[in-house]
């Protein structure tokens, strides 16, 4: 089979599409086709060297496909059946060994590419608004970052689930996106800007009943002081730097804030809750509430191109590369 090694570190240019012996199906995984592979920040992490890798070493983490082989062990799967997975090392691809336990079933009315690009973002974005806070009729959200690719996709759920969602952005362009994935109230962060303030406006000085923050040390302070009392600080990401160390008491302070520092690993550990997540996204996706779409497609081959575009900010919407 063909496949991307990332033959040492460093930039684009270390990637090389290579031919390769297909791997096998081990004990509880399925051998699967690939048919898309979702291209994501992480990938030019490990390709870079800025996470420890080995090199060689296939790149990509996400993708999705048509069972061809079942592993010893593995019940409830046939060849023909259609899986996409978030963490599956690997996946720039023509074909993949994926854990039987840890793939989502994709219904036959989502394409390839949108069941490729959705995993990581989509099952982010559905337990921030249903595990890490659970978003309850009524409530209001605060959303950093809300025309980015989590963003767009926690904003959908919240509304799905009856919320209201206040949302910063960087610039007029992506509060349209924000607007359009139905934030109501969108407003422009940065210099000079008083986030907390603008947000008491807008509830009246009540504040939010949460603030999902994945944008990290610029906006945490102003996150914390945007909540209402007993609000729900959830920072899930570091965009611009990690928060420093804090005084705990300072959750006392502003109101008894509960803060959780969420991620995905901890929220699809068993298959039973990874099906529960995934049937969300996919229902949204058929039944037309969830509104994802990829922003663009590359061939295989031309992996090293799509990490160019990706990293020198060229993209738009989720990047698949296709087999």
């Known amino acids: 089979m063909h496949a991307v090694h990332a033959t040492r570190k460093g930039g684009p240019e270390v990637l090389e599409y290579v031919e390769v012996p297909d791997p096998s199906a081990g004990p509880g995984e399925l051998f699967v086709a690939v048919e898309a592979a979702g291209i994501n920040f992480i990938d030019t992490y490990r390709r870079s060297g800025m996470y420890p890798m080995d090199f060689p070493h296939i790149v990509g983490v996400e993708g999705a496909g048509v069972v061809e082989a079942v592993g010893e062990g593995v019940t409830g799967f046939t060849p023909g ?155 899930f990401g570091a965009a611009s730097g990690a928060v420093p160390p804090f005084d705990i008491q300072r959750l006392n302070s502003s109101g008894g804030i509960f803060l959780s520092r969420p991620s995905l690993q901890w929220f699809v550990t068993n298959p039973e809750e990874l099906a529960e997540r995934s049937a969300m996204l996919f229902d949204g996706l058929e039944n037309g509430w969830l509104d994802f779409r990829v922003g663009s497609t590359f061939p295989l081959a031309e992996a090293a191109e799509a990490h160019r575009a990706l990293e020198g900010r060229r993209t738009t919407g989720k990047v698949v590369l296709l087999p």
């Open 81 to 235: 059946d259609r899986v996409a997975w978030h963490d599956a090392h690997g996946s720039y691809a023509e074909k993949v060994a994926v854990r039987a336990d840890m793939v989502m079933r994709v219904p036959h009315g989502v394409s390839a590419e949108a069941a490729a690009a959705i995993p990581l973002q989509g099952l982010t974005a559905q337990y921030l608004a249903t595990g890490s806070h659970r978003i309850e009729p009524g409530q209001t959200a605060l959303v950093h970052a809300a025309a980015g690719g989590v963003g767009l996709l926690l904003t959908q759920i919240i509304k799905q689930l009856g919320g209201r969602v206040i949302g910063t952005v960087g610039t007029e362009e992506k509060a349209k996106l924000a607007r359009g994935a139905g934030a109501d109230e969108v407003f422009l962060y940065g210099e000079g800007v008083d986030i907390a303030a603008k947000v008491r406006e807008l509830t009246d000085g009540a504040g939010v009943d949460v603030a999902y923050d994945g944008v990290g040390k610029d906006t945490f302070d102003a996150s914390l002081a945007s909540l209402t009392v007993r609000g729900s600080m959830v920072l």
